[in-house]
């Protein structure tokens, strides 16, 4: 006897995702980390019309804020104050969430890994070459793992 499952049992048929939509972070500062991601990481920090309707009133009330990523993808940053990772040693991770990882061109990677040391962000560790590539590991002003890396050149 064969069993006949529907297709919403079988789950999301392949290629019916897309892409990645947003990523959402919860930052205890967000005059820091707006400053980290916009300043530090170059992200274009989305202002005025090209803030989502649904979002307006809570960037206006300071409460989000948003970034735009190379390839279209936002990134959310949703102030938390009461934010604090369950452990106080950031190199402990405490999400299920591993690290956010952002790729740059081979012959920028050094001075990505320069603009850190500028502003003094705390590096995990690296820079580490690997058969794929080279790749630094970091953290944003919450204790969030962030990795730039890049392809072999």
Do not use: W
């Amino acid at each position: 006897m064969t069993v006949s499952l529907s297709p919403q049992a079988q789950g999301i048929a392949p290629g019916t995702l897309r892409r990645i939509h947003h990523i959402a972070l919860n930052v205890q500062d967000m005059q820091t980390s707006r400053h980290f991601y916009g300043t530090v990481l170059g992200l274009h920090e989305l202002e005025g019309e090209e803030v989502p309707s649904t979002l307006k009133e809570l960037v206006a009330a300071g409460k989000v804020a948003n970034f735009i990523t190379p390839d279209g993808v936002i990134l959310d940053l949703f102030y938390e104050p009461a934010l604090s990772p369950p452990h106080p040693d950031p190199t402990q991770q405490f999400t299920r969430a591993n690290h956010l990882a952002f790729d740059i061109a081979p012959e920028l990677f050094d001075q990505a890994v320069e603009a850190l040391h500028h502003h003094q962000v705390q590096i995990d560790h690296g820079p580490v070459s690997r058969p794929t590539g080279r790749g630094i590991y970091f953290y944003d002003p919450d204790g969030f793992l962030i990795e730039i890396r890049c392809d072999r050149s």
